[in-house]
């Protein structure tokens, strides 16, 4: 590994310390609430899945429909409390709505992303040798292409779908978990009981399931809840330029429509990008407060 | 002790199956999807003979088989042609020259810009730390990390251009506008520039901010800081040789890496204000199915990309004495 | 007049816990030319006291008392005056020499460093004083040591650069906060005698901060044992190697390993004090040596020992020091198998025996 690998490595570790130790359940409860960001970020978060869980309840029907006058400003009509948008779209109906599809995305590309990382992270750590030398070769070169250009490049030629967004990003994201699991691995591979498993003859599927993935479990999570926050900014970036999925709603979408408008209605460029930062606040925070929660070195304030 | 020679040759020849295997790999990618580019202009042209359009992926290169083109593409790239833009009839190189000092130029300063202000702030949190000021800058810092880069250059627009009416709304110069002579012209593009490169700064600084802060704790809590303050050296000196300096990899290495990301990260901006420059570029290359265009901007962006990485490595020796490049 | 006075120190550091007293009351003072060693288990305040004296503690922790050096007051002296003071006319040195030299700076520099930092010289003359440095604290080859990171150099080596330059501008009194301990026993003698000589040869004073008795023996002329932030004995070395007084003492040195002077190499078992240092946060009502002592009586649990002189010849807080006669103290000793160490010759480095 090169220096510069190794040294965004320590970059990484630099931003989001995640060397973590197992907790047991009722302390980590306990800290869990003890942290304001842990805390504040659940609540965000949580209002966050509401939007999305009750919107067909609260706004039935397709929030792409015209439903009144064209560019009300919010607070103008108490039925349009968000106002509607140059369409004459509710814009409240709108944001609920697009809550789904950004969390759609964030779930669906991390999931993938932490899936692909971790198998390839484990087999490298685990193994070493020739395996994690050319394991390592090939998250390199993932890690070199230009990110954003080669998510792009997937999501035009795939055409513009949720899932096919949700594969872009997922595919590009993953050697941050790769790197974060193999060095877990790496860890946890040297322990003792490790190699008594090997010793008894316990299989290697069995000591990876077994011994190495619960050790690796409390860094990924960490990893996994900041990685949702960045893969929402990257889904709003690709719907903003115009690549998002044009059949739902969604709030990059919103943005990059709005924009046409931003001399007479700004409201309808602000309100969307407020959901986004919002939501992303949400999961940073969460990610954050776990890590001083699951990390035993940074106190608890 | 040092021969960083052979080290720069071996860093040097590693780099060649990394770039092919990225350019095979776009390559294919782009050559998977539906359609290619005689399609699209077909398409817009608004309908187009098949003997017309033969003649075209003939004219074009598009009628020998995939591998084919590829080993032509790579050809042409080891004799520094990087091919021919069919769409807006130029060759590649130059597009990509006459758009690059625009993305330099945004890069460089919004680099620069979160770099200075970041480190100052990291550092102030990092000195007080647990303080009001220190938890100020760590909030900021976080809406930094959570705002989209596209809604923060819009919102200025909003504020500065339309609202206030100080700036310039979008892209590099004032059309139409005569200049007296080069520092009015340099003006005009630093009165365009202030935006872009504020809003693509806001995300580099707030990198720079936590990165400098948890550097610099770290640093602070070894013996050494005792040792130089024990010594009756002077509270600045302190920090800035001896705490900062010993902090200036992990910065020195994210400066590296953005700069190395440098072609392909400007897109977002590049759009929200209409700044010609690279970013821009490739994607509208990608929509407009410009394959050689696209495949010289990401094989560039990936060079720059592992050029920058070596440049770290580099960087590395001549910053920490501990480093010896072993032969 | 002593050239340092403290008086009446205690230092407070606030925890999460509450406030948590580190050092309580501490009074001594250390006069020119001479070596005091302050001797204690790891926590006992020791090296907190030793920053206190440079002013090199967090901010956010409370000093009071007095620390008179040079006749000024130290506590509340401007940090400006205070800047100039350190490094200058008082200097430290560190325990891990590994750690208390900046890697990315080479051991010149750091010299110069410390020499330009009080002294208007020319970088060129400050090099050639770094080099006459590197020569006094017997570093080989000092011309071409001034261009080398401190990682290619070995930890006695370290400790030497850092001895060298605390030395910078000719310090009236060096503290050495466990000097030795991080180093191989072999290097530790020589830094040891280069300490001593040093002293001797500049003359100043040297407050020396250890754990380790042997040290004491070899190179202290005055002795002051702490035990959870407190002084509870002091006495010259000679006598304190005779007739420690405080049982913490006697204990101290039962818990040192010792060579048998007729059989050599073969070991003996370490005696331990039992039971564990009390927390600071959690200190007993009476002697803080209480929970520890075997001669403990419910008023050593519940009074705290006032600091008085015993016997004409040394400082000693314990309410039984009436009953710690010498002899009662060899028959305590002797049943307890405990022996004292002597003070070793100085010819022969650290600690021999009995």
């Known amino acids: 590994m090169s220096a510069a690998t190794a040294s965004i490595d320590s970059v990484v570790a630099a931003v989001e310390p995640t060397r973590v130790a197992a907790i047991d359940h009722t302390s980590f409860r306990r800290r869990f609430f003890r942290s304001h960001a842990a805390v504040t970020g659940s609540v965000i978060l949580i209002l966050v899945l509401f939007s999305a869980a009750f919107a067909s309840v609260l706004y039935p029907g397709d929030p792409r429909d015209m439903v009144a006058q064209a560019s009300i400003w919010p607070g103008q009509d108490a039925h349009y409390l968000l106002g509607t948008d140059m369409l004459g779209r509710d814009m409240a109906a709108a944001i609920f709505h697009g809550a789904r599809q950004s969390l759609f995305i964030g779930f669906a590309a991390t999931s993938l992303a932490v899936l692909v990382g971790t198998v390839i992270g484990v087999l490298s750590g685990y193994f070493g040798g020739f395996v994690d030398d050319s394991l390592m070769r090939f998250t390199e070169i993932f890690l070199t292409m230009p990110t954003l250009l080669f998510t792009i490049a997937l999501v035009i030629i795939l055409g513009p779908s949720g899932g096919s967004i949700a594969l872009a990003i997922g595919l590009t994201s993953w050697p941050q978990i790769a790197r974060l699991v193999r060095a877990e691995a790496m860890r946890v591979r040297q322990y003792d009981f490790v190699s008594a498993a090997i010793t008894i003859g316990m299989g290697h599927v069995r000591i990876i399931l077994k011994h190495i993935l619960p050790n690796s479990l409390s860094p990924v999570m960490v990893a996994a809840s900041v990685m949702i926050a960045q893969v929402i900014l990257a889904e709003a970036s690709l719907s903003f330029l115009g690549l998002g999925d044009t059949t739902v709603m969604s709030w990059g979408g919103m943005v990059g429509a709005g924009r046409a408008v931003l001399r007479t209605a700004w409201y309808m460029t602000a309100l969307p990008g407020l959901a986004i930062f919002i939501t992303v606040m949400g999961f940073m925070l969460l990610g954050n407060g776990l890590n001083d929660v699951l990390n035993p070195r940074t106190p608890v304030r | ?327 | 007049m002593s050239l340092l006075e403290v008086k009446d120190l205690s230092i407070h550091f606030k925890t999460p816990g509450g406030t948590l007293t580190a050092v309580d009351k501490l009074s001594f003072s250390v006069d020119a030319g001479e070596t005091l060693a302050i001797v204690g288990e790891s926590g006992c305040g020791k090296s907190v006291t030793a920053l206190a004296l440079m002013r090199l503690l967090t901010p956010s922790t409370k000093v009071s008392g007095s620390i008179r050096f040079e006749d000024r007051e130290l506590t509340t002296l401007p940090e400006r005056q205070m800047r100039d003071l350190r490094g200058n006319r008082m200097a430290i040195i560190f325990q891990d020499p590994m750690a208390a030299l900046n890697p990315v700076m080479t051991i010149g520099d750091q010299i110069v460093e410390a020499i330009r930092a009080h002294e208007k010289v020319s970088k060129e003359a400050a090099r050639k004083r770094a080099e006459e440095l590197l020569e006094l604290v017997h570093i080989p080859e000092p011309r071409r040591r001034l261009d080398e990171y401190p990682h290619r150099f070995s930890g006695g080596m370290r400790q030497r650069a850092a001895i060298a330059m605390a030395l910078a501008s000719k310090p009236s009194v060096l503290i050495a906060d466990e000097p030795t301990t991080a180093l191989d026993v072999t290097i530790q003698a020589q830094i040891l005698h280069l300490l001593h000589r040093l002293q001797r040869d500049l003359g100043m004073a040297l407050i020396l901060i250890t754990h380790d008795l042997g040290v004491v023996a070899e190179t202290a002329d005055r002795v002051l044992v702490m035990y959870a932030g407190r002084k509870v004995e002091q006495q010259g070395v000679n006598g304190l190697f005779e007739q420690p007084l405080h049982p913490y003492t006697q204990r101290l040195m039962g818990a040192k390993p010792r060579l048998e002077q007729d059989s050599v190499g073969t070991p003996q078992r370490l005696q331990e004090i039992p039971g564990l240092v009390p927390q600071l946060t959690q200190l007993p009502a009476g002697c803080a040596f209480s929970t520890r002592c075997d001669m403990a009586d419910h008023v050593c649990h519940s009074v705290r020992p006032e600091l008085k002189s015993h016997a004409g010849h040394g400082l000693i807080a314990c309410h039984k020091s009436e009953q710690l006669d010498a002899a009662e103290v060899a028959a305590a000793v002797a049943t307890k198998g405990i022996q004292f160490i002597e003070r070793a010759p100085a010819e022969q480095p650290l600690a021999r025996v009995a």
């Open chain 2, 1 to 327: 002790m040092k021969k960083p020679g052979k080290y720069v040759t071996r860093r040097l020849l590693q780099v060649i199956p990394t770039s092919v295997i990225i350019v095979l790999l776009s390559f294919l990618l782009l050559k998977t999807a539906p359609g290619d580019m005689v399609d699209v202009i077909a398409a817009e042209s608004g309908g187009a003979t098949k003997e017309y359009m033969d003649q075209m992926r003939e004219l074009y290169g598009l009628d020998v088989p995939a591998h084919m083109q590829f080993v032509h593409f790579i050809n042409r790239v080891l004799h520094f042609d990087l091919g021919y833009s069919f769409r807006d009839n130029m060759p590649v190189s130059s597009l990509i020259l006459e758009r690059l000092p625009a993305t330099v130029l945004l890069s460089l300063s919004s680099i620069g810009f979160a770099l200075v202000v970041g480190v100052a702030l990291g550092a102030l949190a990092a000195k007080y730390r647990g303080s009001v000021l220190d938890t100020a800058i760590s909030v900021i810092s976080t809406i930094g990390f959570a705002t989209p880069l596209f809604w923060i250059g819009l919102m200025l627009i909003v504020l500065f251009s339309i609202q206030l009416r100080w700036l310039p709304v979008a892209g590099m110069v004032t059309v139409g506008m005569d200049y007296a002579n080069h520092w009015e012209y340099a003006l005009d593009v630093a009165r365009h520039l202030v935006l872009p490169a504020l809003s693509l700064g806001c995300f580099f600084l707030s990198m720079y901010v936590r990165l400098t802060r948890s550097a610099m704790l770290e640093v602070y809590g070894l013996d050494f800081v005792r040792t130089a303050r024990a010594k009756g050296v002077s509270e600045w000196r302190v920090i800035t040789r001896h705490v900062l300096r010993n902090a200036l990899l992990p910065i020195v290495t994210i400066t590296g890496l953005q700069l190395g990301g440098l072609f392909g990260g400007t897109v977002v901006i590049e759009t929200v204000f209409g700044w010609p420059g690279i970013g821009r570029l490739a994607y509208d290359a990608v929509a407009a199915r410009d394959i050689n265009l696209f495949l010289a901007i990401f094989l560039c962006s990936s060079l720059m990309v592992i050029f920058m990485n070596l440049l770290v490595d580099l960087l590395y020796v001549v910053l920490d004495p501990r480093i010896e490049v072993a032969q």
